[in-house]
């Protein structure tokens, strides 16, 4: 039946039309935009993965950041540390040459005075943002401290963050609030560094670090007097402290290893993140363009049908005409 009421065809090409530029309209914000998901109307799950991941990779953002500052203030004290250990092995060179006979004593006994006062600058200077973990001016000793390492999520959607943790009781070399918490402020029994001690406590230590009271025993000093079995002793205490200072050295080089690690694979996995997220959300173009060519020449057709409908009711027009 053909009515002059009602356009059938001309109402089917607008409906055709309307679904073709609101696909249009959809491959054009696509393309604009870089993203299929954009919002939650277009995949509320993609969206909330996507969205989820997004928030994570910001966290572990701030964790590079984090292993940054961490490795910074590892490298501080490993510096500090790698040059107390040169200034203790010179320490015991001095000793070792004073035991020659004829030596005077007191000239080498102001070299050491002197390192002695470089070991003190060294373990001063290694600070970084406000932290030392070589010298301490505290009552409390400084304690364990931590680097963040990552951000974790589980199965189960709780999160948690990961530390690197290091005991600065292994690196302290010198502590003014209790010389016992100092390797280089702390006393040493030189007799039971002797393959066969003998039993009689002979108590040594490097620095004196006021305000904190000097440990029981003696200081490694030289006198025109000191005798070849007190040096001796000596030599033993500063090669016990320098192996202590070899393992922390060990330690803070094994910890700056660690936080390089943790850095490459933290940086992994926050590109692996973009990634995946990526194949969720990100359109892809080579697809976008090739639809939009097709809608482009639908919406051509469709426009020419509509027009073609259109001219339907003027064909009526005709049949009236004489």
């Known amino acids: 039946m053909t009515s002059i009421m009602t356009n059938t065809a001309a109402m089917a090409a607008l409906q055709t039309l309307r679904s073709i530029n609101t696909n249009m309209a959809e491959v054009q914000e696509r393309i604009s935009s870089g993203y299929r998901v954009q919002t939650a109307a277009d995949n509320a799950a993609y969206w909330s993965i996507a969205t989820t991941m997004r928030s994570d990779n910001a966290a572990l953002s701030t964790v590079q950041d984090a292993l940054g500052l961490g490795a910074a203030k590892v490298d501080t004290a490993y510096a500090a540390m790698k040059a107390s250990i040169d200034v203790v092995t010179e320490i015991k060179t001095k000793l070792v040459a004073a035991r020659e006979p004829g030596v005077d004593k007191l000239k080498i006994n102001k070299e050491i005075t002197e390192l002695k006062n470089q070991l003190m600058s060294a373990a001063q ?5 406000s932290e030392n973990w070589l010298y301490n001016t505290n009552t409390a000793a400084v304690g364990t401290k931590s680097v963040v390492a990552s951000f974790n999520r589980d199965g189960n959607g709780n999160v948690s963050i990961t530390t690197l943790d290091f005991d600065t009781a292994q690196s302290m070399l010198i502590d003014t609030g209790s010389a016992a918490r100092g390797l280089l402020t702390r006393a040493y029994d030189a007799d039971q560094l002797q393959q066969t001690p003998t039993g009689t406590a002979a108590p040594y230590y490097l620095i004196v670090a006021p305000p904190a009271a000097p440990p029981t025993g003696t200081e490694i000093k030289l ?3 000191t005798a070849p079995t007190e040096m001796d002793a000596m030599i033993r205490v500063v090669d016990k402290i320098l192996g202590q200072l070899t393992d922390a ?4 080089g094994a910890i700056t290893k660690r936080i390089d690690m943790q850095e490459s694979f933290v940086a992994n996995l926050m590109d692996t993140i973009d990634k995946g997220v990526g194949r969720l959300v990100d ?6 363009s090739t639809r939009l060519k097709a809608l482009q020449t639908q919406q051509q057709l469709g426009i020419q049908a509509l027009s073609i409908a259109n001219t339907n009711s003027e064909n009526i027009l005709r049949l009236f005409q004489q």
């Open 125 to 129: 200077s290694a600070s970084f943002s």
């Open 223 to 225: 006198t025109a007097t």
């Open 249 to 252: 050295g060990s330690t803070l």
């Open 283 to 288: 359109a892809d173009m080579n697809e976008e």
